[in-house]
Structures are given as structure tokens and as C-alpha cells.
Antibody, heavy 118, light 108 residues
Framework: EVQLVESGGGLVKPGGSLRLSCAAS????????MNWVRQAPGKGLEWVSS????????YYADSVKGRLTISRDNAKNSLYLQMNSLRAEDTAVYYC???????????WGRGTLVTVSS | EIVLTQSPGTLSLSPGERATLSCRAS???????LAWYQQKPGQAPRLLIY???SRATGIPDRFSGSGSGTDFTLTISRLEPEDFAVYYC?????????FGQGTKVEIK
């Protein structure tokens, strides 16, 4: 089955760290760029970061630059988001999403909730 | 950064009616790399339209996209009960890959 499954979310204190994972299956992971998108409770979608298939190109939203780090392990078909110096405004459901070549985000995981609170 | 502004914020319509959603970009979207997504409560977004007008796999033909440059439209020709949801546009031609704020299509 073609799917993405996120894990690693939870409750963390402000200033803390968390590492999210996204396991891909059912497709050739190495053929796709991947993204993280988040959604704060009751709010819209916010693109967070993207990484190309070979990790050559990496981009971040200004709101997370310097605190969140995207990476991937193609041997493990996995995408990661290392989250440091977390703030209350980082509270959101984090989705990983596959990027169809110049065709939008065509496959999404179910998301994992990150709550930053003391 | 390209800012996408969607209108209206909420659209109140009845099943069977036509829905027209707008997405305006603050600058021209590269190669019309504009997508539309549908999101229902508690679910992940679903890709409907990419490249401004191409339907994604499995999307019914009552969904259509049009536009170019800075003005884009998503049209649902006849609303089905399952179409009541929030719709987002997104540009993916440049980074950051920004989303619009969403249009909620609700039952009148």
C-alpha cells in the first residue's frame, strides 16, 4: 500500500526538542522530494520545509529557519524533522507530504500532533 | 514570498449548486505551478488540481481549475454532499511553497 506514516509527536516544554519521523512505503522513495506541512489547531496549512530526492536542495519557512532541520534516509525510506528550541507557536499537527514532480503534494500522511506547553 | 489570498472566506451553498473559489497571488506563479487541496475535519489534505488545471488521480470531473499568472479559480460544477469541506490553494513554483488561508464551503 502506498502510504506515509508520521510518528514522534507529543507534549514538550518550551525550549525543548523533538524528532519527527515519516515512514514511506509502497513507492520509490528516492524518486520524490518530500515536505513537512503543519496545521495549528483550528488554523490553515503552513508549509514548513522541503528536501529534494538526494538531499541536495533544502528549504525552510522563515518561521522555523535555524530551529527545525529536515533530513532523509533513502536507505530506510524515511523522512525526519529535528525540532529544537520549540515555541508555543510550533504547536500543530505535522504532516509529511510527497511532492509529485512539479505536480503538487499528491500523498499525505495522517499527521502527528506536537504540543509545546509548560 | 508569494502571498496567496483566497476568497470568499466562506461559501454557503446547497447540494447541486455551482461553487466558484478564487485564489489571487501577490506575484505571478511560476509556470502556473498552482495546486488546490480539499480538507475535511480530522483528515489530511487531498490533492485535487495541480498545474492550475490538471485533475489529480481519481478526482471527479465536477472539479475543475483554471487561471494563470496571478488569478486562479477552482470550480465545482454541482456540489455533492461529500464536497462540503475547506479548500486551499498552494503555489509550488518557488520556495517558500505558500498556501492560501482557505475557503470553507458549507451547506446552506
Amino acid at each position: 500500500e502506498v502510504q506515509l506514516v508520521e510518528s514522534g509527536g507529543g507534549l514538550v516544554k518550551p525550549g525543548g526538542s523533538l524528532r519527527l519521523s515519516c515512514a514511506a512505503s509502497g513507492f520509490t522513495f528516492t524518486s520524490y522530494s518530500m515536505n513537512w506541512v503543519r496545521q495549528a489547531p483550528g488554523k490553515g496549512l503552513e508549509w514548513v520545509s522541503s528536501i529534494s530526492s538526494s538531499s541536495s536542495y533544502i528549504y525552510y519557512a522563515d518561521s522555523v529557519k535555524g530551529r527545525l532541520t529536515i533530513s532523509r534516509d533513502n536507505a530506510k525510506n524515511s523522512l525526519y524533522l529535528q525540532m529544537n528550541s520549540l515555541r508555543a507557536e510550533d504547536t500543530a499537527v505535522y504532516y509529511c507530504a510527497r511532492e509529485k514532480n512539479w505536480g503538487g503534494f499528491d500523498l499525505w500522511g495522517r499527521g502527528t500532533l506536537v504540543t509545546v506547553s509548560s | 514570498e508569494i502571498v496567496l489570498t483566497q476568497s470568499p472566506g466562506t461559501l454557503s451553498l446547497s447540494p447541486g449548486e455551482r461553487a466558484t473559489l478564487s485564489c489571487r497571488a501577490s506575484q505571478s506563479v511560476s509556470s502556473n505551478y498552482l495546486a488546490w487541496y480539499q480538507q475535511k475535519p480530522g483528515q489530511a489534505p487531498r490533492l485535487l488540481i495541480y498545474g492550475a488545471s490538471s485533475r489529480a488521480t481519481g478526482i471527479p470531473d465536477r472539479f475543475s481549475g483554471s487561471g494563470s499568472g496571478t488569478d486562479f479559480t477552482l470550480t465545482i460544477s454541482r456540489l455533492e454532499p461529500e464536497d462540503f469541506a475547506v479548500y486551499y490553494c498552494q503555489q509550488y513554483g518557488s520556495s517558500p511553497r505558500t498556501f492560501g488561508q482557505g475557503t470553507k464551503v458549507e451547506i446552506k
